[in-house]
Nanobody, 125 residues
Framework: QVHLAESGGGLVQAGDSLRLSCAASGRTSGFNTMAWFRQAPGKEREFVAVISWSGTETYYRASVKGRFTISRDNAKHTVTLQMNSLKPEDTAVYYC??????????????????WGQGTQVTVSS
């Protein structure tokens, strides 16, 4: 069984940066795609970014493209989301997810079978 743990959330002002990290532990062999989703109060959980096992494929939702960067270190079993130029509409709980399907743009919740507990990101205006 694999366990995912996010860290790095917090309260920042618009225009600031944050770096989220997700550490995987347990039986990580076979984990292919890693992704970040987010969920704002009263809204559905939505796709943010995804990265393939090799790191050569990355996809982003349109509203974060150019501001967020997803990366991974397979030797350390970590995936990172660098968030720059944050906006109030980025406020949400951010979740790390792992799965075995190949990466594609706009991946769905059902594509992932392992989730972290989430970390809160709040951006004030």
């Amino acid at each position: 069984q694999v366990h995912l743990a996010e860290s790095g959330g917090g309260l920042v002002q618009a225009g600031d940066s944050l770096r989220l990290s997700c550490a995987a532990s347990g039986r990580t062999s076979g984990f292919n795609t890693m992704a970040w989703f987010r969920q704002a109060p009263g809204k559905e959980r939505e796709f943010v970014a995804v990265i393939s096992w090799s790191g050569t494929e990355t996809y982003y939702r349109a509203s974060v493209k150019g501001r967020f960067t997803i990366s991974r270190d397979n030797a350390k079993h970590t995936v990172t989301l660098q968030m720059n130029s944050l906006k109030p509409e980025d406020t949400a709980v951010y979740y790390c997810a792992g799965g075995r399907y190949p990466a594609y743009n706009g991946m769905l919740r059902r594509d992932f079978d392992t989730w972290g507990q989430g970390t809160q990101v709040t951006v004030s205006s």
